[in-house]
């Protein structure tokens, strides 16, 4: 059987304005959604909510779908519970809190123009 030795593949680029690196560097100064748990561990990551509907093949949904969720936060949603269960148990609306923390950061209104 021969086997490809070449170059890998590279992915296709996400379209313009789908990626806002400074959103992510701002979310991760956030605290975590969820602090008032008192359930949080590890650092706050930029935590992509995949149900916003504009995902394409590998590709990530929009930056502007992320929120602020620590490493635990992350895990549990990932690993243990989805979101549709995860929103549920902690009682919150993933779509709200996204909008919330994008209306929030400084340059939304920048990027919003140019996207």
Request: hydrophobic fraction near 35%; charge should be positive.
């Amino acid at each position: 059987m021969p086997f490809y030795t070449g170059p890998r593949h590279k992915k296709a680029k996400d379209p313009a304005g789908k990626r806002c690196e400074p959103y992510l560097r701002w979310l991760r100064t956030r605290e975590c959604i969820l602090s008032h748990t008192g359930e949080c561990q590890g650092k706050v990551r930029a935590c992509h909510w995949d149900q916003a509907g504009d995902k394409g093949m590998a590709t990530k949904v929009s930056d502007k779908f992320s929120l602020a969720m620590c490493d635990e936060h992350h895990r549990i949603q990932t690993d243990v519970m989805g979101w549709p269960k995860f929103q549920i148990h902690y009682k919150f609306s993933a779509e709200e809190a996204c909008a919330a923390f994008w209306k929030a950061f400084p340059r939304h209104l920048e990027w919003d123009k140019a996207a």
